[in-house]
């Protein structure tokens, strides 16, 4: 008779029912995600092993200074972007969390530029505006006179001179995201702290909790004394924080929390 096989343990288990109350006993709960929550829909994470940051650093790509210096490497990275993720669909971690925000009782903010959770919202067709901290991979911005469009499916990056112009000022366009070294949205960014302040759980899903000020929302609803929950495969400088930390993937735990 051969050694019993290794029984996975529900270790999850008593994790979820605990998630489960909290979440139930809360008037107000806001969700805050990261590049993990899309990491099931095929969007690569910043810091994963298959991570973005892998190929390129941040510093070369994701900065002003490196949009002056060679904009047309930026927007050749940030077009692979925008054709990557038009072709990924939202996970059942994002319908979860749409289907929680229809009914009211949470907010979702996340660091994503990927529209994953505004595609999941509008699929529920749930009205629930996702706060995007970062901006949005799909929209373009004039570095001229700073008008907004939606973005444009093929940008031709073969020479600097076919980048994407502004039909208004004929200034060069951007991808509409917010890059190191710049400010955040205020509006937006007081809008996620209130929200946090006011939240008796702050739901943190899939972010490995170094940008800042993103990382620092949820510190809020400590400070109004709420309570944090983190679901992350891995820990995060969040973890000592947190009532409860899941070990698990955002596809698989965030249906299992509002099932
Ligand atoms: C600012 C948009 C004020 C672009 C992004 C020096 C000079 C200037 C600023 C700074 C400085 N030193 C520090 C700063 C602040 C800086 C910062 O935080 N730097 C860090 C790196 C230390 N922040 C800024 O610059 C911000 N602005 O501070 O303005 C200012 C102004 C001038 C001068 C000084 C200050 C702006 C930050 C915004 C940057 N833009 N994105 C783009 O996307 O191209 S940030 C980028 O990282 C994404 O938005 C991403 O969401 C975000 C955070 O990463 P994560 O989402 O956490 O993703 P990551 O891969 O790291 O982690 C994934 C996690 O998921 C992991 O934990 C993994 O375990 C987990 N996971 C994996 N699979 C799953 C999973 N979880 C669940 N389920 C799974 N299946
Ligand atoms: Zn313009």
């Not at 993990?36 to 092993?49: H, L, M, N, W």
């Not at 490196?66 to 990924?88: H, I, S, T």
């Not at 919202?121 to 939606?150: I, K, Y």
């Amino acid at each position: 008779m051969g050694a019993p096989g290794l029984v996975r343990l529900p270790i999850v288990k008593p994790a979820l029912d605990e998630v489960r109350r909290l979440l139930r006993g809360a008037d107000r709960t806001l969700a805050l995600t990261g590049a993990g929550v899309s990491a099931e829909s095929g969007v690569p994470t910043f810091r994963g092993e298959e991570g973005l940051w892998k190929s390129y650093r941040p510093e070369d790509l994701a900065t002003p200074q490196a949009f002056r210096r060679d904009p047309r490497l930026v927007w050749e990275w940030y077009a692979w972007r925008r054709e990557l993720v038009a072709k990924c669909a939202p996970n059942a971690g994002h319908h979860a969390l749409a289907g929680a925000a229809g009914s009211g009782r949470m907010s979702v903010v996340t660091q994503n530029v990927d529209g994953l959770h505004e595609r999941a919202a509008r699929e529920a067709s749930a009205f629930s505006e996702t706060l995007e901290l970062h901006g949005s991979l799909f929209r373009d911005r004039c570095e001229g006179c700073g008008v907004r469009f939606p973005a444009r499916a093929d940008v031709d990056t073969t020479s600097e001179e076919d980048l994407p112009r502004c039909p208004v000022c004929s200034g060069l366009l951007r991808p509409d995201v917010v890059w190191f070294g710049e400010s955040l949205d205020q509006t937006i960014l007081n809008s996620a702290f209130s929200a946090a302040l006011e939240a008796d759980v702050c739901l943190v899903v899939g972010t490995s909790a170094l940008v800042q000020p993103a990382a620092s929302i949820p510190l809020a609803t400590l400070e109004g004394g709420g309570v944090l929950v983190e679901v992350n495969p891995e820990s995060t400088p969040l973890t000592a924080l947190s009532a409860v930390s899941v070990r698990g993937r955002a596809s698989e735990v965030l249906p299992a929390l509002f099932a």
